[in-house]
């Protein structure tokens, strides 16, 4: 058995020596360099932790690279299960109208939008982007129902004028 006093020396030894190949061996494996150096510093902190009990110093560096391959076999399956659990990313919908506003139209809308009034402004942001009743959307302005009604009327006739002559 080696001294417990010789593991640092030896480790930093061969981590000095060894760490860069094993590093690239396991970004071969894991495909992403942040990654790779998490595994291999496992490896050489495993290493270090069972110094003691290595059967044989001269097999450090064969315990390190079977150390190295099994975290990387650990990585894969971890991203393998992870993915199967992964929803595909979907940008953020927040209503029926903007899901169907993009690109180009998505600007102009915004634009005519933007040159509304503000009190027809908001009836429509509280309308069409919060969702709200007509009986909120008065609550929230201190406006009658009515007014939430004609207003809203008011302020998708003049956008749809704005967009017409925007075209």
């Known amino acids: 058995m080696v001294s417990s006093a010789r593991a640092p020396a030896d480790v930093e030894e061969l981590y000095r020596e060894h760490a860069v190949g094993l590093i690239r061996l396991a970004m ?9 150096e998490d595994v291999v510093q496992d490896a050489f902190l495993g290493l270090h932790d069972r110094w003691r ?26 991203r393998a299960v992870a993915s199967r659990f992964r929803q595909p990313y979907q940008p953020p919908a927040w209503s029926a109208e903007d899901c169907a506003i993009d690109g180009q139209e998505r600007s102009a809308v915004l634009t005519a939008i933007a040159r509304l009034p ?15 009743p007509e009986e909120e959307i008065a609550r929230t302005l201190r406006i009658s129902r009515g007014t939430v009604s004609s207003t809203t009327s008011r302020a998708l006739a003049a956008l749809a004028k704005l967009l017409e002559d925007a075209t």
């Open 53 to 78: 009990s290595l059967r044989d110093p001269a097999a450090a560096l064969t315990y390190l690279r079977s150390a190295v391959l099994n975290r990387c076999r650990s990585v894969l399956r971890r």
């Open 28 to 36: 071969l494996m894991v495909g992403d360099g942040p990654t790779a």
């Open 118 to 132: 503000r009190r027809q402004r908001e009836v429509l942001a509280l309308r069409f982007y919060c969702d709200l």
